[in-house]
């Protein structure tokens, strides 16, 4: 689905990224393991858009690509939850997810997308709640929800179980065995 190349990234004299290759397949979920600083971030920066890489190959169901951008990666169908949320905190549920969507808000739309996707993933959404109102465990649901909206085959978690309680990091990873098991890929970011 997703494959890393030799990738190489370097900011002035640092070297982020020597010759870094990684291979996803449909049905597997990924720990990206390593120290802090390790250049783990960076790479799943590289597959999202956000950073171009200096050298390397991207390549996405067997199409090499140039991703200049996250709406290029969320384009071919990869998804990012980031370890710092991206979300708005005054806004809700449903107006978060509909964020980055073209034209302008449809409210009947978006909440019955918010349903349809709490439903499918059997997460507890409620599309008029605030967010800033919602426990850390909620808001990483809406993030996943977000890239769920946009039809992510592909979803990077950057330390996605460093702010859950031990119960809400079981319930996440049930969550990404039944989503791989539809055929997707899942990549977990950790230095644990």
């Known amino acids: 689905m997703l494959e890393l190349l030799g990738i190489v990234k370097r900011y002035g004299s640092l070297t982020a990224l020597d010759d870094a290759s990684l291979v996803l397949r449909p049905g597997t979920v990924h720990a990206l393991l390593g120290e802090n600083g390790a250049g783990k971030t960076t790479l799943m920066r590289v597959a999202f858009g956000m950073v171009r890489p200096d050298a390397g190959r991207v390549r996405v169901d067997g199409r090499d690509l140039q991703l200049r951008s996250p709406a290029d990666a969320i384009a071919t169908g990869i998804g990012m939850v980031h370890q710092h949320f991206t979300l708005v905190p005054a806004m809700t549920v449903a107006e978060n997810i509909a964020l980055g969507g073209h034209g302008r808000l449809r409210r009947r739309e978006t909440v019955a997308a918010v349903r349809r996707i709490a439903e499918t993933a059997g997460f507890a959404l ?60 899942a990549v977990l970011i950790t230095h644990k």
């Open 126 to 185: 409620e599309a008029d709640a605030r967010v800033e109102d919602l426990p850390v465990g909620a808001q990483q649901r809406v993030e996943i929800a977000k890239a769920l909206a946009r039809r992510a085959r592909i979803i990077v978690l950057d330390e996605p179980t460093a702010v859950l309680a031990p119960a809400e990091a079981d319930d996440l990873l049930r969550w990404l065995r039944t989503y791989v098991a539809q055929g997707n890929a």
